[in-house]
Nanobody, 112 residues
Framework: QVQLEESGGGLVQPGGSLRLSCAAS??????MAWYRQAPGKQRELVAH???????YYAHSVKGRFTISRENAENTVYLQMNSLKPDDAAVYYC????????WGQGTQVTVSS
């Protein structure tokens, strides 16, 4: 049974940093991604990482966010630096495409 559990969100001031974690159980080596959904907006792809380590970033986060994975621990990370108010959202991890049941997500709030 596949389970995705996101953590690491919180309240941060503009310009601050957060590191999100996604613990994935029941998944082998699979292309994984971080998605986010802000109030009133559609869920969007933020970044993904394939099994070979290649990465993709949405234009809005490129240069500020870094996705990584620890295969041995089935964990995917998202290091978020230079956070902006527009980054505020609930962040989710899932496959590419998002074929697994969604987890609860982790809330990121960027505010002074």
């Amino acid at each position: 049974q596949v389970q995705l559990e996101e953590s690491g969100g919180g309240l941060v001031q503009p310009g601050g940093s957060l590191r999100l974690s996604c613990a994935a159980s029941g998944i082998g080596i699979y292309a994984m991604a971080w998605y986010r959904q802000a109030p009133g907006k559609q869920r969007e792809l933020v970044a993904h990482i394939i099994s070979g380590g290649s990465t993709y970033y949405a234009h809005s986060v490129k240069g500020r966010f870094t996705i990584s994975r620890e295969n041995a621990e089935n964990t995917v990370y998202l290091q978020m630096n230079s956070l902006k108010p527009d980054d505020a959202a609930v962040y989710y991890c899932n496959g590419v495409p998002p074929v697994f049941p969604w987890g609860q997500g982790t809330q990121v709030t960027v505010s002074s």
